[in-house]
């Protein structure tokens, strides 16, 4: 486990885990560079199609994969109203920080834990619809991390156990 310092510069933009076959595969068709920004709408319908929502992660992965800034994506998506949503589908959300300091006390240990113990990649949500996986980028209680959001409710100093557990009972599938 990597040791957590107070003064650490965090990272701006934390992609650490590797870029989903998913949305690989989304990205795919749209590889010429000079028409993105008139495809971005489409790209855009098609992650939401795919995963019911525009998760952050990957629309940062898009700014990564493409030439187009985040500010230029949030706006295209906003810019039709009611069209996409932020939100995941599923009825209730687990929502696990990778953001830089969260990070620092190995959350992504976190997502791999409950990634497997629900066999479901990051922004996706459960056959039965019951949760949804989501990665966050900051929860704003950085000190106490690792952070989990259990839809609204927030915990903190998590571990891989832990989150699987609250997993198991966000899913109806663990009592506590
Ligand atoms: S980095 Fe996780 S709460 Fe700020």
């Known amino acids: ?56 992660r990957h629309l940062r992965y898009l700014t990564r994969e493409f030439p187009i800034t985040l500010s230029r994506v949030y706006k295209v998506a906003f810019a039709e109203e009611g069209k996409y949503t932020f939100d995941p589908p599923g009825k209730h959300r687990l929502g696990i920080c990778l953001g830089p300091y969260c990070s ?8 791999h834990a409950v990634s497997k113990s629900l066999d479901l990649e990051p922004e996706d949500t459960t056959p039965d619809g019951q949760l949804s996986l989501q990665i966050m980028y900051c929860a704003g209680h950085c000190r106490q991390g690792p952070i989990l959001m259990a839809d609204d409710e ?10 699987c557990r609250i997993a198991g009972k966000l899913r109806g599938t663990e009592g506590e």
């Open 154 to 163: 927030a915990h903190f100093e998590s571990n891989p156990e832990r989150a």
């Open 1 to 56: 486990m990597s040791d957590f310092k107070s003064n650490a510069r965090p990272s701006p933009d934390p992609l650490i885990l590797p870029i989903p076959d998913s949305l690989k595969a989304i990205f795919a068709p749209f590889r010429d560079p000079l028409a993105t920004e008139e495809q971005l709408p489409e790209i855009l319908s098609a992650i939401q199609a795919r995963y019911g929502y525009l998760p952050e």
């Open 104 to 111: 620092q006390r190995n959350s992504e240990a976190i997502v």
